[in-house]
């Protein structure tokens, strides 16, 4: 990751433009746990997380038609992330 693409993940970005979530509260994630997005002004509470090679809690409860475009794409690179990991693993 180049110094302007971590620049970047530190920004927010709008996922859906309505949609209600689950945010899990990690002050101290356990080993094998990924933090991929937290909630916007709160340091603990992720509703986007990746748990070993093959399950990812995607945390909000919109559909496709409340994406963003940014969500879409965020939605489709999870999956593509998730998917090498777990392909990769066996």
């Not at 916007?40 to 809690?57: A, C, F, I, S």
């Amino acid at each position: 990751m180049n110094a302007e693409n971590a620049e970047k993940a530190k920004e927010a970005v709008a996922l859906y433009t309505k949609t209600g979530h689950v945010g899990i509260y990690l002050p101290k994630p356990p080993d094998g746990v990924v933090l991929l997005g937290r909630e916007e002004g709160d340091d603990h509470h992720y509703p986007l997380l990746r748990q070993g090679n093959r399950h990812v809690l995607w945390g909000f409860t919109g559909g496709p038609d409340q994406m963003t475009a940014a969500g879409k794409m965020v939605f489709v690179a999870v999956c593509k992330y998730t998917a090498a990991l777990a392909t990769a693993g066996k």
